[in-house]
């Protein structure tokens, strides 16, 4: 069994007033196991957003399905939600989301509380992350006082600290400098080898070429996919760049 | 080419999209031209219209129309700070876009502009429509006769609109040095700067509960009546700093002792809360300690009006425990012979052919002392004056009473026994005096009302000698002989008694009076009547400003929580949860400076009450009724308000963020 499944994935925005309708996501379909590391791409309005949404239960799909472990994640109850999220799906965002009442243990430390954890045992992860991150000295400072590399690492650690299922990313390096990305794809692909899932949204080339498969998406379908194999960072990333720009051209002429 | 109502235009577009901003605003400052109109105008109407004692209410009205100004120019200042703040990334925008300083100033001073002129003709038209009511409730109040009369007193619509045009001239210089001093770009960029964490500031926490300590203490310890006007005013300028040290470090600092204890903080409730309520006090403090003060203002301002306009038949009864008081003066260099007051008064109502119902007579002198321990000194110090004292006679209560005490003449006898106990000795001018104490019975205490006692300590003496000896030191201090009596108000003769009483006893200017109850009754009604009418209006003004100060809070807060309860969603709260945590932490937010503010109201209770003894009100449930219902009633307005306002705020929090 897969780990994520999503079938026939379709959502279509209607505005409340009048008939104009929009039509984001027209019918994915893919499979990510266990332990992958995958990259969709997509230009702006491709729907790549729209369909990490319905994937993180922020949004719900017109038709179709999302499992995750085999459970569908419509049949999850509204109250049941947040728990759910909470449990086995880990975010990192573009602006970081950090929340500015917090400093950035207390950040990291957020989801263990709202699950009543035990005090050792969330120092106990607290550590074993902002060691294998390099945040030791920065738990105490707030996230104004760090940077944007500082604050996604921060993120990431918030994501990671309840061992998810799943660590889904949008954008994570779109608001970092090349230094800080670099690093940041190099610590996804840190994890990504301890046997961590991640799906990442993105339309960095550079970032999606650290990926271990690459899922194009345009016009709300699944267009094309590459597999790195055996490839090197820059051999992949060279790949990705002839395949866009096939499927740019590509589209013209169908358009 | 921009035609000349580009500015008008953008000026009201930019009002109704912030509607939200400007609705409560307008409302607020047309009731504020509404009520400063009405007490201006009632100035003018009383004061025309002839009614008995309508020159001290009008100078009462005037004066309170002057405090009534000045505080609405005050609060108009201060709410525009926050409608501007709310709207200085809208500038930024407008900057960006490329409108200079200049045009902005243009594009305020036209908002400026349709406020000042839409607020002065809503608030005038309705304060024209009102004041006619409310001279009725006036003349209600009074217990005056109603005689109407419809007209708008000119002077008063004219230093209305000069009062207003030149408040928000002062809003619209605000406002146009704001928008000089500030770089557009850096606004926009700052509010998606994080908040510094707050400092804790020890010495403000300790300054603090000190000053409160101080204030508390001062108030609870004070003894004398006639002391408590002179401690009032610092014990309050004590806890007015108090709070505002409370609000803006102790609460910090208590957070932060919340945050220290681990096993505390990390529960998903505490967590959220206490690092919320951080940046809630950061920000609110100065707002929620203005709102604090005001209510206490609030509170003792109405509970003691209306205590005293209520209890003004309490006030009469025990200033006049008869219809008629005749009271002589002898000073200590008095030459003329002791009266006989009884004698002449009664043979003055024979010829009148009335009858004086249960006279009594009392001596009493009023001497002002310092008391340290047991001694007792005359002083003309005033500095050193601690204590008012009453001397009577003994005789007089066992003529009452039908008591037979007995005293020496190195005796004296009290009842005021909490600071007087049996056999202290008091020390008068060199004298000895071996205190003797009664215990309080009914009839002891019907006596001391039938005479019209103050609540200041009386002491008995053995006879006039020892009274005599007793007051030597004094020079100022004055013996006084007073007559009460009743009398028929109903016969025949009852006004013509009463008009020349004063004439045909004989006595020489100066040192003689008389005075009627019905006389003082209908100064009373005219006296706390007005009093009760004004502080109304007041407290209408402190509960516009209240209510604008919390309804703009709300909307701040809604505007930066938004973010944060996106972020808390995608972590992982459930709406529910959200909202569990938001409510809670609005409602501490909201509650806090009342609940100070009822504390603030216990501890003054007792002073508040002395005080309330000067004005010869000694109804102290009545006091306390008072008090007790006046703060339902403003909470009961108070979480009305807030019901209201959280709608508003919660349809900000959910509503999607501005991109």
Known sequence: MSLLEVNHLKKIYTARYGGNSVQALADVNFTIENGEYTAIMGESGSGKTTLLNIIATLDRPTSGTVRLEGQELSTIPERRLAEFRRKNLGFVFQDFNLLDTFSIRDNILLPLVLDRMDLREMDRRLKMLSEQLGLGELLDHYPYEVSGGQKQRAAVARALITNPRLILADEPSGALDSKSTETLLRIFEGINRQGQTILMVTHSTRAASHAGRVLFIKDGIVYHQLYRGNLTVDQFYQKIVDTLTLITTGGRTNA | ?659
């Open chain 2, 1 to 659: 080419m921009r035609s000349f109502l580009f500015y008008p235009r953008l000026a009201v577009s930019g009002m109704r999209r912030n509607k939200i901003l400007y609705v409560p605003y307008l409302l607020a400052a047309s009731l504020m031209v509404m009520l400063f109109y009405i007490l201006s105008s009632m100035t003018w109407i009383v004061g025309n219209s002839g009614i008995k004692g309508g020159g001290s209410m009008s100078v009462l009205l005037m004066l309170s129309s002057v405090v009534c100004g000045l505080l609405t120019v005050l609060i108009l200042f201060y709410l525009n700070g926050y409608v501007i703040k709310q709207r200085s990334r809208e500038f930024g925008l407008y900057s960006v876009l490329g409108l200079g300083k200049g045009n902005l100033c243009l594009l305020l001073f036209w908002e400026i502009l349709f406020s000042c002129i839409g607020s002065l003709i809503c608030g005038i038209l309705a304060g024209a429509v009102f004041s006619q009511l409310m001279y009725l409730l006036l003349l209600n109040i009074t217990r005056l006769p109603v005689d109407l009369e419809i007209w708008v007193p000119m002077g008063a619509v004219n230093i209305t609109v000069y009062l207003f045009l030149a408040a928000w001239g002062i809003v619209l210089l605000r406002n146009v040095i704001r928008i000089f001093r500030s770089d557009p770009i850096e606004i926009l960029r700052r509010t998606s700067q994080g908040e510094q964490e707050p400092r804790s500031r020890w010495l403000i926490a300790l300054t603090g509960a000190c000053t409160l300590t101080a204030g508390y203490a001062l108030a609870l310890t004070v003894q004398d009546p006639s002391m408590v006007l002179a401690i009032f005013l610092p014990a309050t300028i004590l806890v007015i700093i108090a709070t505002y040290c409370i609000f803006s470090a102790l609460s910090i600092v208590v957070l932060k002792a919340m945050r220290k204890n681990r096993r505390f903080y990390y529960r998903p409730d505490n967590f959220i809360n206490v690092s919320g309520m951080l940046y809630r006090m950061k920000q609110n403090a100065v707002g929620l300690a203005n709102i604090c003060i005001l209510a206490s203002a609030v509170l003792v301002t109405i509970s003691s009006c209306v205590c005293l306009y209520i209890g003004e038949e309490d006030m009469l009864d025990s200033l006049y425990p008869r219809e008629v008081a005749v009271t002589v003066y002898r000073n200590k260099y008095a030459e003329e012979p002791e009266p006989d007051l009884l004698a002449a008064t009664q043979e003055i109502a024979q010829s009148y052919d009335m009858e004086l119902l249960d006279p009594i007579t009392v001596t009493k002198c009023v001497v002002y002392v310092h008391q340290n321990g047991s001694v007792i000194t005359s002083t003309h110090e005033t500095s050193q004056i601690n204590r008012t004292l009453e001397y009577r006679l003994l005789d007089e209560l066992n003529a009452e009473l039908g008591s037979s005490y007995t005293l020496s003449d190195q005796e004296v006898l009290v009842f005021h026994t909490k600071d007087f106990t049996e056999g202290m000795t008091l020390q008068i001018d060199g004298s000895n005096f071996t205190v003797v104490t009664l215990p309080e019975s009914d009839a002891l205490n019907t006596y001391l009302t039938q005479t019209g006692a103050s609540s200041n300590p009386i002491f008995f003496f053995r006879d006039k000698d020892t009274l005599m000896r007793a007051r030597q030191m004094d020079e100022s201090a004055t013996l006084s002989y007073v007559l009460w009596f009743d009398y028929d108000i109903e016969a025949v003769n009852a006004g013509l008694f009463q008009q020349n009483l004063y004439d045909h006893l004989n006595c020489s200017e100066g040192n003689f009076g008389t005075r009627f109850k019905s006389e003082a009754r209908t100064d009373f009604y005219s006296m706390y009547g007005s009093l009760l009418f004004v502080g109304l209006f007041f407290v209408a003004l402190f509960l516009i400003t209240t209510v604008l100060i919390i309804y703009y809070k709300q909307i701040t807060e809604g505007y930066e929580d938004r973010q944060r309860f996106r972020i808390m969603r995608q972590v992982g709260l459930s709406d529910a949860e959200v909202r569990t945590s938001i409510r809670r932490q609005v409602q501490m937010v909201f509650f806090l400076p009342i609940i100070v503010a009822l504390v603030h109201i216990a501890f003054a209770f007792p002073a508040l009450q002395k005080i309330m003894t000067l004005f010869e009100m000694h109804n102290t449930p009545l006091f306390i009724g008072c008090v007790a219902v006046s703060a339902l009633v403003f909470l009961g307005f108070y979480t009305g308000v807030y019901l209201i306002t959280a709608r508003t705020y919660y349809h900000i929090v959910t509503s999607a963020p501005q991109s």
